[in-house]
């Protein structure tokens, strides 16, 4: 970098009076760190690399000490550097600073192919590290190899699945598959049915592959028991919150089955739980309005099917749903395969972890494996008005976020039944008195209470449109809630 540019983040540093995951700050008035390997290895190994700044005493109010000797610093780091695998070359800039003298060694992320870099002396396992926030942590033996999937050209999709139980393929969806492959690719025609289903990687070696398991199985989970889905409904904002009668979750289903099954039952849980919002326009008109786009829903619950690791490190690890009362997370186990980054998604052509299994997926459920999901997901977020989807990969977990602006906008009411009277009218001019939770829940011939509040009641409260007669103690039992 050029001097004003390393004096512009010796400024932001002291400012901030803090560290970040692309800087990491050294005293060195002394002479060089005897240990720089830690961050050496976690910047070669993030995106956009980092930069050690030697010379600012975070323990002294973050003071410009300066280094004694910037030729030296050079040099010792120079020689760290060398005991890397694969070798680093830190680029240094030196900057006069209130008279003392400050050194920058910027470390350029390594070449995917050779991730991840990692201290000779400590070998792969405990020589690599990885940046979370402004502390360089060792990699978990997971971290590592997904990086060998991708460089040895791993296919856990297609390792053979041991005999017995569960491990029968469905003989008539596996011939359903056959007659529709061979429809779409007139090559296949003339191939038995085991050289057909080898080249489509659901057989190897007469034996069933994890793809073919997981798409024509009996029952996967007797082999996989982790490879299900697990769906909940959380009454609020965030894990750990409790409906008013206690409860931890309103709704809670693990899924089983194969990928097609899987996206059924998911479904089958959106459409249960997901909200429609029921809007009365100035001539009383009804319209409902699904809380988030179904579409957009499915896209990112196929791709969680579709992109998951599959590995034997994930065994134990299912894809989660979770709704909150703002939000939907969908997350599966692995973070971003290959070269793909957050910024790529969607845009260019990315690299498949289950190559076997989105092709499958093209012909079983109508999936496009030509990278359109993701621009598909921010279309419908869009076109319902809704905010961005949020996507995030974390230290082998991949998850999106979808947003249903309860915080940003009013909101009438929620009900699932479209053929239901006019809900929100009816409990505002019911409520033109106060009236109390078991008085409401009569009125709505409702038996659960915590169903109502979470369902109808807060959304109102949260819109502006009712009121509680005790707003300093939600929960107290002499509650009751008026409209204005």
Not at 127 to 142: C, H, I, K, N, Q
Not at 386 to 409: A, C, H, I, M
């Amino acid at each position: 970098m050029l001097v004003e540019e390393l004096k512009h983040l010796v400024d932001d540093c002291i400012n901030l009076r803090c560290e970040s995951n692309t800087v990491e700050l050294k005293k060195a008035l002394g002479g060089t760190p005897k240990r720089l390997y830690d961050t050496l290895s976690s910047f070669s190994n993030q995106i956009g690399g980092g930069t050690i700044i030697f010379g600012i005493d975070q323990e002294n109010n973050y003071d410009i000490c300066g280094v004694s000797d910037p030729q030296d610093i050079q040099v010792k780091v120079t020689e760290q550097a060398n005991q890397m695998e694969p070798v680093v070359r830190p680029l240094f800039t030196v900057a006069q600073i209130n008279e003392k003298a400050v050194v920058s060694a910027e470390i350029s992320e390594c070449d995917f192919s050779e991730k991840p870099c990692y201290y000779r002396g400590a070998g792969k396992t405990r020589g690599s590290f990885v940046r979370v926030g402004d502390a360089d942590l060792p990699m978990t033996e997971y971290e590592i190899y997904s990086y060998e999937v991708y460089r040895r050209n791993i296919q856990d999709e297609l390792r053979p699945v041991p005999d017995g139980i569960g491990s029968e393929l469905n003989e008539a969806q596996v011939k359903l598959f056959l007659s529709k492959i061979r429809v779409e690719k007139p090559n296949f025609v003339n191939l038995s049915d085991e050289d057909a289903l080898t080249l489509c990687g659901l057989y190897k070696d007469s034996n069933t592959t994890l793809a073919g398991l997981m798409l024509f199985g009996r029952y996967p989970q007797a082999n996989f028991i982790g490879f299900d889905i697990t769906a909940v409904v959380v009454p609020g904002y965030q894990m750990g919150n409790l409906a008013d009668d206690g409860a931890r979750f309103i709704d809670n289903k693990r899924i089983g089955g194969t990928i097609p099954e899987l996206l059924e039952g998911a479904m089958a849980f959106v459409h249960r739980n997901i909200k429609v919002r029921t809007i009365i326009d100035e001539n009383g008109k009804r319209a409902d309005k699904s809380e988030y786009p179904i579409k957009a829903i499915r896209e990112v619950i196929v791709n969680a099917l579709c992109h998951r690791d599959y590995s034997r490190h994930t065994e134990s690890s299912p894809i989660r749903i979770i709704f909150y009362t703002d939000r939907v997370e969908v997350e599966n186990p692995g973070g971003l395969y290959g070269r793909s980054t957050l910024d790529s998604l969607g845009k260019s052509g990315a690299d498949t972890r289950n190559p076997a299994i989105a092709a499958a997926l093209e012909v079983l459920i109508d999936t496009e494996n030509r990278f359109s999901g993701i621009p598909t997901i921010r279309y419908e977020m869009d076109a319902a008005g809704l905010p961005e989807p949020l996507f995030e990969s974390v230290r082998g977990v991949f998850r999106v976020t979808l947003y249903n602006g309860v915080k940003d906008k009013a909101v009438n009411i929620y009900n699932d039944n479209k053929d239901d009277i006019d809900l929100t009218g009816k409990l505002l001019r019911f409520c033109a008195k106060p009236k109390s939770r078991e008085e409401l829940a009569r009125e709505l011939n409702l038996s659960s209470i915590s169903y109502m509040m979470t369902r109808y009641i807060n959304p109102l409260l949260e819109a502006g449109s009712l009121k509680m007669t005790i707003s300093d103690k939600p929960k107290s039992r002499n509650q009751k809630y008026y409209s204005e």
